[in-house]
């Protein structure tokens, strides 16, 4: 079966919610046409709630940043899991900016991975080196353990509800990217190969993975051209609806 393209713009700390509620009624009827590709987009929590009523009705699917893995509790700053149910349809975890600036490990991963399954949402699980890892030659067997342990415990049904973004960390925000077929690469050898020795070849090679890492207009061809590569997490060019605009139209273009 074909793996829908998924699109996600990850906001990160940009966005006040009048802002992310007027983007989202300007971006709704510009990509309304590109059915064939989900597009997500990932605002703070502050205007989670709001981005979902303007996003009700809309070609336009939630992500919150982060999700939490207990229901509730004693974790001050935190938000559940069960919380984002009523608002999202997906949930980012393990962003290397969560794991370098919040201390996020592979196991607070795969427990947030294990409640938003049980949530009935879908985790977008990131995983990526560093520029050191990555001059190193470690990269492959890096990837390959935060996908190891991100998933431990994940059933294979489960894994129709899960994404994996690949993001060279040295590609966020920097300008650089990886070129497609050296990401696509890395995706094959270091998450669909992985997955297929985790579970079977009919998991691997019906999950999504994207690509992310200064992806723009410019660059967005090259990478939904790679075979294993199934869309993107966009940090900057998602915040102008130009350019997050031209993404969709692009995926639905190669990809749908
Ligand atoms: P940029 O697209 O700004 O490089 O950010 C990528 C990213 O971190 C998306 O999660």
Known sequence: MPRTPIICGNWKMHKSPNEAVAFVNELAPRVAGYDSVERVLAPTFLALAAVAV???????????????WAPQGAYTSQVSAEMLRPYVNYVIIGHSECRAFLNETDVNVNRKAKAILAAGLRPIIAVGESLEQ???GETVDFVQSQVKAALAGVSARDMANVV???EPIWAIGTGLSASGSMADA?????????????????VA?????????SVKPGNMEEFMSQ????????GGASLQVDDFTALIEIAARVKG
């Open 54 to 68: 303007a996003a009700h009705g809309a070609p336009l699917q939630v992500a919150a940043q982060d999700g939490h």
């Open 134 to 136: 990555n001059q190193a």
């Open 164 to 166: 994996i973004a690949y």
């Open 186 to 202: 890395i995706i094959k050898s270091a998450v669909r190969d992985t997955i297929a020795a985790l579970y079977d070849d009919a």
């Open 205 to 213: 090679s019906s999950i999504r993975i994207q690509y992310g890492g």
């Open 227 to 234: 075979p294993n590569i199934d869309g993107a997490l966009v």
